[in-house]
């Protein structure tokens, strides 16, 4: 495939073309000989969807969608080339089954959504290229070898048979935006300027921190010979190959590594060409090296990262757009910039998802974020008997895969989701589940593309069944989907989760209709379901809002709905800090997890902790104290106490003064301590709350003696030197009802030297889970709770869109509380 970082810009005879689109029923047209010339034709968006271009025209609504996947797609443009000759055009992704023609010749033809292509052919003049985006319908119905179980998960079985997204197919879990078009980019160049195809740079870190790197190519026209590969001060000549191909390997001493943005700096490095002429950049590679650890029984997996163990901590990626799936920088940024703001350090892109750009692993590495890539299968028991089917998955997974080869941020591989689960719930043998797609024809494809990335047969797998928490990667909804209690992420000996803690996840107000107490159609719209059951996520985060505040969610939303609201934005932020917070201690078995889902794909109350606009909520400020690579945590151990615990990502060690206090009526200290720890690099620290107070004290009421003494533990880290408070951890022996006592918060508005703003927050007793709400800045905590005796600064960012004049102003109010005003000066 033709290089397009080493393509010059105005060789792409595609760029700004005047691409045109029209809709017509199946079969309408055979070839462009038989277009209408009284069609209805609207601008095109090439690379783009045919939801988004018909969305722009006007002919498409996102949450009332039409289907397109019945329907014949046509996309038409004149193309110019600069000199007569050979000319190759590439198409990265064509979705899905599509014929293309130049002058009425037959030019390509694509079956998969996935698989890029490329064609060669003489090109004298002036041209017309067309495309057409056959119905999907016909081939849903395409016979195949019998399916060994079925899923309920989408409504076409048929998918099984095409390669294409599942996007649009899900009903409860996202709109029925169908994925049709030139979905990825598509470039037309002549053969004359094309300096290289099929680049492939791969870096490796061994042990002793010496970096390899190892760059191949297939020259094209414009190359000269004398070329070097250079990175990092070292250079190499490229050498010829058996193959035709040009290769360098290069020995990095002392190369700086690449980490995840939580556990050190992501360091990356340019790959230029030079000599010849050409002085170009290839791109930018990390050296890091990636290992599974399965524990000491075999059953776990973590990751070390250049032999550190990390947690991974995150949430599944959706999309950035469900009707334009775009693969651009400029649309991945804000997505990526809040999960990098979160502490998250792993992304997951999931079977059920459409696999996204090169530029998606290029932001990743620049932000040290890492990506589990799940391949494009999910749930059906795909034909792999069919052995044009099985090449053309290995095929595709290959070139799917070396697109990414530079990028260090891509650190586990993996065959698809739930396809061993779904066999194995219905009943299945293992025999039966189990196969040749992911055990034998992905894994081979993967490690011919990405060797230094472990793979892994399917998520969830590894434990008696393919489902069980306790062994390999779960996809884990005992606390969540199955209302099981706070302690079953305990008791679960969860080892890593694939995805966990879905919850119908509440905006911030304004962010989407709440008529009618939440049971009005627009509504009810945006709240995810599994299909065929009797409840909705809805209900999910209404067991838990009962659970920990004592509150009948129907009563409380009868009588006042946006406490009902505030209440359940509260619930959901507070168990997934509460369930971190138990896997990420020391002594857990658990490796890692990853919430479902990263954001929402339309307006409501969806799975994503972030709105479908770009706007945190609750649940996104939640993970980010959650997720904090300087961690402080407590856990009620019952008669033994309360522990705490530290971690610290980061790769300095560093002391921390720890300090204790068990607060009545929510601000008289009743007992209180403080020791200095010493707190190691990527390291971890736990110890009993009764050795920072010096002596026995039932800091969470096991023994009952007596009254409560106390209904709030109030704990702090703060640096020993300047006294700033660094985390700080709450613990409510009675309960978070008990312990609201009606607390009275101060704002302030204070502006930064940096020319920023914050908000300085006071209380005279603990407040629980304090809301910060502004139209034109976000806070960068929000739904806290808040402790007497200290100043707590917040930062406010912001908003897109908002005006360059706007000044904060807005209001705080604690959870049940009255809001209490603010605005700057």
């Known amino acids: 495939m033709i290089d397009l970082a080493t393509l010059p810009a105005a060789a792409n005879r595609l760029a700004g073309a005047d691409w045109r689109l029209c809709v017509t029923p199946a079969d309408a047209w055979t070839t462009p000989a038989d277009m209408d010339a009284d069609a209805d034709w609207v601008p095109g968006m090439v690379p783009g969807t045919a939801a988004a271009a018909l969305e722009a025209a006007g002919r498409f609504s996102r949450e009332d969608p039409t289907p397109l996947h019945d329907k014949d797609v046509w996309y038409r443009c004149r193309i110019e080339p600069a000199q007569a000759g050979r000319h190759v055009l590439r198409c990265d992704g064509l979705a899905t089954v599509c014929e293309a023609w130049i002058d ?48 309920r998960l989408v409504d076409e079985p048929g998918l099984r048979m095409v390669r294409s997204t599942l996007l649009g197919h899900m009903p409860g879990w996202c709109p029925s935006v169908h994925a049709v078009g030139p979905w990825r980019a598509m470039t037309l160049a002549a053969a004359s300027d094309i300096l290289l195809h099929d680049l ?156 996204e750009s090169r530029a ?66 219905m009943g299945l043998p293992e025999e039966r589940w189990r196969g040749a797609l992911s055990e034998e024809i992905l894994p081979g494809a993967a490690a011919s593309a990405r060797p230094d990335v472990p793979y892994v047969a399917n998520s969830p797998s590894g434990g008696a069944m393919p489902f069980s928490p306790n062994a390999g990667i779960a996809h884990y909804y005992g606390v969540g989907a199955y209302r099981r209690p706070l302690e079953d992420a305990r008791r679960a000996n969860v080892r890593f989760a694939g995805e966990c803690l879905a919850f119908s996840n509440v905006p911030e107000p304004g962010a989407v209709c709440e008529l009618a107490p939440c049971h009005h159609p627009d509504w009810k719209r945006g709240v995810p379901r599994d299909r065929d059951v009797g409840w909705d996520f809805e209900d999910v985060r209404d067991h838990y809002l009962r659970e920990l505040y004592g509150i009948e969610p129907l009563d409380l939303r009868y009588g006042d709905p946006a406490a009902y609201l505030d209440h359940g934005r509260a619930a959901v932020a507070e168990v997934m800090e509460a369930t971190f917070a138990e896997w990420r201690r ?59 615990h530290l971690q610290n990502d980061g790769p300095d060690a560093r002391p921390l003064r720890l300090e204790i206090a068990c607060l009545r ?58 006294g700033t408070v660094l985390d700080e951890a709450f613990h409510f022996p009675l309960g978070r009802k008990a312990s609201a006592r009606g607390a009275k918060v101060a704002a302030e508005v204070v502006a930064t030297p940096e020319g920023g703003w914050c908000l300085h927050l006071s209380t005279d007793r603990v407040a629980q889970s304090v809301a910060i709400r502004d139209e034109a800045f976000l806070a960068l905590d929000n739904g806290f709770h808040l402790a007497p005796g200290a100043v707590k600064r917040v930062e406010l960012r912001r908003r897109a869109g908002a005006p360059g004049e706007a000044r904060p102003r807005g209001q705080v109010a604690p959870l049940g509380g009255a809001p209490v005003p603010y605005a700057a000066g």
């Open 104 to 151: 009425g010749a037959p030019l390509l033809a694509s079956d998969s959504m996935y698989q890029p292509l490329e064609v060669e052919f003489d090109l004298d003049g002036p041209a017309e290229l067309v495309f057409c985006f056959r119905a999907l319908t016909p081939h849903f119905a395409r016979k195949g070898p019998r399916a060994r179980w079925r899923t």
């Open 665 to 722: 009526e929510g601000h008289m200290a009743v007992a209180s301590g403080a020791e200095v720890v010493e707190m190691p690099a990527h390291g971890s620290l736990s110890l009993p709350a009764t050795r920072l107070i010096g002596a026995f004290f039932d800091t969470t009421l096991a023994f009952r003696f007596g009254p409560p003494s106390h209904d709030c533990v109030h704990v702090r880290a703060l640096d020993p030197q300047t």
């Open 360 to 425: 998606f692993f290029e932001l990743c590495d620049e932000f040290g974020l890492l990506v589990w890539q799940d391949l494009p299968f999910a749930n059906f028991d795909y034909p792999v008997s069919d052995p044009d089917f099985a090449a053309k998955v290995a095929r595709e997974t290959a070139d799917l895969l070396a697109a990414s080869s530079a990028s260090p941020s891509l650190a586990v591989i993996c065959g698809g989701s739930e396809m061993h689960q779904q066999g194995a719930m």
């Open 200 to 355: 492939s740079i791969r870096a490796a870190l061994r042990a002793d921190g010496t970096g390899e790197l190892t760059v191949s190519l297939r020259p094209g026209a414009a190359f000269a010979s004398g070329e070097h590969i250079a990175c990092a001060g070292v250079e190499a000549p490229l050498h010829a190959q058996a193959d035709g191909r040009l290769a360098a390997t290069l020995e990095l001493p002392d190369i700086d590594p690449w980490w995840p943005h939580t556990h050190g700096t992501p360091a990356l490095h340019e790959v230029r060409l030079v000599g010849g002429g050409h002085d170009r950049l290839l791109g930018r590679t990390g050296f890091r090296r990636i290992e599974v650890d399965r524990g000491p029984d075999g059953n776990g997996f973590a990751l070390l990262v250049n032999g550190v163990p990390v947690f991974c901590r995150g949430a599944v990626w959706t999309s950035a757009d469900i009707c334009a799936l775009p693969g651009t920088v400029e649309a991945y940024r804000p997505w990526l910039e809040l999960a990098r703001d979160a502490h998250m350090n792993m992304l997951r892109i999931g079977g059920t998802m459409a696999p």
């Open 586 to 644: 020391q002594g857990s078995g658990c490796g890692g997890a990853l919430v479902w889902t990263f954001q929402d794909l339309m307006p409501g109350a969806g799975w994503g902790v972030i709105a479908h606009d770009g706007t945190p909520k609750s649940a996104w400020h939640g993970l980010r104290r959650a997720f904090a690579p300087l961690r402080l945590t407590v856990t009620d151990e019952g008669t033994n106490g309360l522990d705490i």
